[in-house]
């Protein structure tokens, strides 16, 4: 420990002083982790996916998925990764899920979506109305390849063309398109309403893009993102940053309350966060083919300091 990190109170220590039990509300949200696999290796990844990983989501563990999912019936799935578009079996997967929620989401980096084998993957996504969730730093190219990797912007602009003429985020066609921006170094986002503006208004300028809706999420000081902030002795003042913006009232609304997360592997988790820093679901290794039912309201939730990131300012939800 250095002088500076000794001066961050344990997360666990701070919700205690602050009379704040953090407990789960009904779990209505599953996410699931389709694997590391991905054709980027972002700077600020929480879980060190990249072209390299070799961990992908098993047909087995899809199956346990599935019948998890049916015996639940979660009001939102959320499917990342890596890159979900690079899992085999993942078009198979959707269709087998989306019977099964109201909201079926795709989280997508963009560039996994631009090879032209991904057609059929596109389609299905417009036919069962998935949400796709698009990660977009900035509208700033210099930023985002900074973060993402040479090229990475024009790549992304024209998926997000493509998405918009298959009908995504535009008013009306019941088919949704949200955008993902993560700073690109070592400091908290800005308020997200007038990053949403600022976004919306330089999308269309620039390259005639519409989307529905931007989230603003700090960077997790976990896996890729940890790294670099050690290399760059960033670390320190990062970690001080979060735990100095620390805000209560955004305990309530923090995703792990109503979100429980299977790994790639099929283990559970309270949050995709906790799976990186290797949490298990209330600190106890389970398997997604032992739960019969989503974790219950009031069962403990499993924190480390990287929570402080979900708690910082505005919150994480």
Same mark, same amino acid.
């Given at each position: 420990?250095?002088?500076?990190?000794?001066?961050?109170?344990?997360?666990?220590?701070v919700l205690k002083e602050q009379g704040i039990t953090l407990v789960r509300d009904h779990t209505h949200i599953l996410?699931?982790?389709?694997?590391?696999?991905?054709?980027?290796?972002?700077?600020?990844?929480?879980?060190?996916?990249?072209?390299?990983?070799?961990?992908?989501?098993?047909?087995?563990?899809?199956?346990?998925?599935?019948?998890?999912?049916?015996?639940?019936?979660?009001?939102?799935?959320?499917?990342?990764?890596?890159?979900?578009?690079?899992?085999?079996?993942?078009?198979?997967?959707?269709?087998?899920?989306?019977?099964?929620?109201?909201?079926?989401?795709?989280?997508?980096?963009?560039?996994?979506?631009?090879? =032209?084998? =991904?057609?059929?993957?596109?389609?299905?996504l417009a036919e069962l109305k998935v949400v796709v969730v698009a990660s977009f730093p900035s509208t700033s190219p210099s930023q985002t390849d900074a973060q993402r990797g040479k090229g990475v912007t024009d790549?992304?602009?024209?998926?997000?063309?493509?998405?918009?003429?298959?009908? +995504?985020?535009?008013?009306?066609?019941?088919?949704?398109?949200?955008?993902?921006?993560?700073p690109a170094g070592a400091f908290?986002?800005?308020? =997200?309403?007038?990053?949403?503006?600022?976004?919306?208004?330089?999308?269309?300028r620039k390259w005639g893009i519409v989307f529905n809706t931007l989230f603003s999420f700090a960077n997790v000081p976990l896996g890729r993102f940890r790294s670099w902030l050690e290399k760059s002795g960033n670390l320190?003042? +990062?970690?001080?940053?979060?735990?100095?913006?620390?805000?209560?009232?955004?305990?309530?609304?923090?995703?792990?309350?109503s979100l429980v997360s299977v790994g790639w592997d099929g283990t559970l988790y309270d949050c995709d966060f906790n799976l990186a820093a290797g949490i298990p679901l209330a600190g106890q290794r389970r398997n997604v083919s032992e739960l019969l039912e989503p974790p219950g309201a009031g069962e403990v939730i499993a924190v480390g300091d990287h929570c402080y990131a979900c708690t910082a300012g505005s919150g994480f939800t």
């Amino acid at each position: 420990m250095t002088e500076v990190t000794d001066q961050i109170k344990p997360f666990e220590q701070v919700l205690k002083e602050q009379g704040i039990t953090l407990v789960r509300d009904h779990t209505h949200i599953l996410q699931v982790n389709t694997g590391l696999l991905c054709d980027l290796a972002c700077k600020h990844c929480h879980i060190e996916a990249g072209p390299h990983r070799i961990e992908v989501m098993a047909q087995e563990t899809m199956d346990d998925v599935v019948a998890f999912a049916s015996r639940s019936r979660f009001k939102a799935i959320d499917i990342t990764g890596g890159a979900p578009e690079l899992v085999p079996g993942i078009v198979s997967f959707l269709r087998r899920l989306r019977p099964l929620t109201d909201k079926l989401i795709l989280r997508s980096n963009l560039t996994a979506l631009s090879d =032209q084998q =991904q057609d059929e993957l596109l389609a299905v996504l417009a036919e069962l109305k998935v949400v796709v969730v698009a990660s977009f730093p900035s509208t700033s190219p210099s930023q985002t390849d900074a973060q993402r990797g040479k090229g990475v912007t024009d790549k992304s602009v024209a998926m997000l063309k493509r998405l918009n003429e298959l009908g +995504y985020g535009k008013e009306g066609s019941g088919l949704d398109l949200d955008l993902v921006a993560n700073p690109a170094g070592a400091f908290l986002p800005p308020d =997200q309403s007038a990053a949403e503006r600022k976004f919306k208004s330089d999308a269309e300028r620039k390259w005639g893009i519409v989307f529905n809706t931007l989230f603003s999420f700090a960077n997790v000081p976990l896996g890729r993102f940890r790294s670099w902030l050690e290399k760059s002795g960033n670390l320190d003042g +990062y970690l001080l940053k979060l735990a100095s913006a620390f805000n209560p009232c955004a305990v309530d609304g923090v995703m792990c309350k109503s979100l429980v997360s299977v790994g790639w592997d099929g283990t559970l988790y309270d949050c995709d966060f906790n799976l990186a820093a290797g949490i298990p679901l209330a600190g106890q290794r389970r398997n997604v083919s032992e739960l019969l039912e989503p974790p219950g309201a009031g069962e403990v939730i499993a924190v480390g300091d990287h929570c402080y990131a979900c708690t910082a300012g505005s919150g994480f939800t």
